[in-house]
């Protein structure tokens, strides 16, 4: 069976972790002292590294094999308050990662604020969230909080072309700096699109990634862009109806359309400094 790549390629050291360097720091260095906190509350976009980041963390406070992480639900929240009483029996810290602590229900929420109020000190929580609003003001103020960013482009660029040097794959910068502008920072989104193309073709260029994503060439927002700066509706939604016989995302087509509207706007603001330009834009 195959394995996915964002799978096979997860970071296995916080070294590995890419564009989160404020927060990979501080982790290593509450290693280091011994002193880490009795919870973390990850926040951030999806694919940011907020399980990894948890996993590595579980794994490195006790330096044997990775705890377990997988999510929990009411029922698990209400079994991990009476668990945790136990001291571990073979590594130092039991460590509990509940990921998309947001969908817990209000009773699960309650049955966590008592354990995490007063934590045996052999026990660490490591909560992970896309959507902090959702999580109590009475969970997260008990928490270390850490925000991961956005990838950052030319990181993620980077790691695509190592991985798919890996996996004896040709791909084009552009290509792969493409993908990661479509990953909208995220990593495993990036990683998995790559895999996508991969079974596409062995040589990856922007048009493999063009098809396999979706989406329509620069070519149409050009003409686009020129329709609506001419008013020209008719050709417009000929253009449209055209991608969308082909089936052409058009959610996308959108994205990238209004990425090239703020690109001509910066350019125009700027007398056409093209340095402000994402590359590959």
Not at 84 to 104: G, N, W
Not at 168 to 185: H, K, P, Y
Not at 255 to 265: A, G, K, P, T, V
Request: aromatic letters at 6%; hydrophobic letters at 40%.
């Amino acid at each position: 069976m195959h394995l996915a790549l964002y799978r096979k390629y997860r970071s296995a050291t916080f070294d590995e972790v890419i564009s989160q360097e404020h927060i990979t720091t501080t982790l290593k260095n509450q290693i280091k002292a011994g002193t880490p906190a009795h919870a973390y509350l990850f926040t951030g976009s999806r694919g940011t590294g907020k399980t990894t980041c948890a996993k590595l963390m579980a794994k490195a406070v006790n330096c044997l094999s990775p705890v377990d992480g997988n999510p929990c639900g009411v029922d698990d929240v209400r079994a991990l308050r009476d668990e945790v009483m136990y001291a571990p029996t073979v590594c130092r810290y039991k460590v509990y990662i509940i990921d998309e602590v947001h969908m817990l229900s209000s009773q699960a929420f309650n049955a966590l604020l008592k354990t995490i109020e007063e934590p045996p000190p052999h026990v660490i929580f490591i909560l992970a969230t896309t959507e902090i609003h959702k999580v109590p003001a009475t969970i997260a103020s008990r928490c270390q909080q850490f925000r991961f960013s956005r990838i950052d482009v030319e990181e993620s660029t980077k790691r695509l072309c190592e991985i798919a040097k890996k996996e004896n794959v040709n791909i084009t910068e552009d290509a792969a700096r493409l993908i990661s502008r479509l990953s909208d920072g995220g990593m495993r989104d990036a990683v998995s699109l790559l895999d996508q193309c991969i079974s596409v073709s062995a040589d990856i260029d922007e048009e493999t990634v063009r098809t396999t994503a979706g989406i329509a060439g620069t070519e149409h927002l050009f003409t686009l862009a020129q329709c609506i700066h001419e008013q020209n509706a008719p050709e417009a939604l000929k253009i449209l109806d055209e991608l969308h016989n082909q089936s052409k995302d058009l959610m996308l087509l959108l994205d990238e359309l209004l990425s090239h509207f703020r690109n001509l706007c910066i350019l125009s603001a700027t007398n056409s400094d093209f340095s402000l330009i994402p590359a590959g834009s």
